[in-house]
Structure formats: structure tokens, C-alpha cells
């Protein structure tokens, strides 16, 4: 459950506040990257959560909700630089969107069978493969799974 909360002097204005009725979490942009800000004993939020916690951010950011789609070909044949780059663009979204999904259902089966990320995603790309499916698509079925529980998955992901 989210609710408001005084935030101190040290939260600036482009940073953003992640709230439950225990904790605030307090994310911003540093010389070294993102980071998910310290609990009260000032230690910092681990790199699981955090990881969680940016990719959530990342996908409301590109729009939530958005219909799965195939990956963009190459650019048309005598398409103009401008049309070339358009093309580029489109390709690179589409990666991080697929790259932010990846994480994301990393993040569910780590946490859902306590195992490392690397475990984890081993375990999506081994079951990706023996199915003849991108680990992309199987990575969207794995983060729909955490909130219907109507998603089927392989055997190999609804198990320990």
C-alpha cells in the first residue's frame, strides 16, 4: 500500500519516492548509476531489489501495458539516412524493452525458488531453447505468471 511521506532535505526534485507503510525508497541518478536509497541504519537497498525496483520504474517509464510485439527487420531497401536512424531507434527500444522484461523475470524466479540471478536465468534460457522460443517472449509469460495466476509455464519454471 503506497501513501505519501515527508521526505527530507536530501531528496531532490528529480528524484523519485518508492513508499509502503513501512519503509520510503528513494531512488536517483548517480555518477556510478541508479541507485535505490539506504534503509534508516543507512545501508544501502541490495542489488536484487534494486534491480526490481529500476526495472519497474523502467517499464512504467516505456509504457506499461504495451501488446507484445515482433522485432523490428532491417531498414527497407533505398530507405534515406533519416529513415535508416528512425529504423535504429525503433530496434533499440525494442531491445531495452525486452532487456527490462528479461530482468524482470529473472527477478520473480530468483526470489520465487531463492536462488541466485544467474541460476535464474540459466534456468529461462535453458527452457527457452529446449521449447524453440526466444527468452524474451518466456520472460513475459514468467512476469505475467506473478500476477495471473492463469499463466502457464514449463514444468522447469514452476518448480524448485
Do not use: C, Y
Not at 528529480?14 to 520510503?24: G, I, K, L, P, S
Not at 527487420?73 to 536512424?85: C, D, I, Q, T
Not at 531495452?96 to 534456468?123: D, K, N, W, Y
Not at 527457452?128 to 509455464?153: F, I, N, W, Y
Amino acid at each position: 500500500m503506497t501513501g505519501s511521506v515527508e521526505l527530507g532535505d536530501d531528496v531532490r526534485s528529480h528524484d523519485v519516492a518508492v513508499t509502503d507503510t513501512v519503509d520510503v525508497e528513494v531512488v536517483r541518478r548517480t555518477p556510478n548509476g541508479w541507485r535505490v536509497g539506504t534503509d534508516q541504519n543507512g545501508h544501502e537497498t541490495p542489488d536484487l531489489v534494486s534491480a526490481m525496483v529500476l526495472a519497474d520504474l523502467l517499464t512504467a517509464e516505456a509504457g506499461t501495458g504495451r501488446p507484445r510485439t515482433q522485432a523490428p527487420g532491417r531498414a527497407p531497401e533505398g530507405a534515406s539516412e533519416v529513415e535508416r536512424l528512425r529504423h535504429t531507434i525503433t530496434q533499440l527500444e525494442h531491445a531495452l524493452h525486452s532487456r527490462v522484461v528479461v530482468e524482470q523475470a529473472i527477478g520473480v524466479l530468483a526470489e520465487r525458488h531463492t536462488m541466485p540471478p544467474r541460476e535464474a536465468f540459466e534456468r529461462l534460457r535453458s527452457s527457452a531453447r529446449s521449447r524453440g522460443r526466444k527468452v524474451a517472449e518466456l520472460a513475459q509469460d514468467v512476469v505475467e505468471s506473478s500476477t495471473s495466476p492463469l499463466t502457464v509455464l514449463p514444468d522447469e519454471l514452476t518448480t524448485g
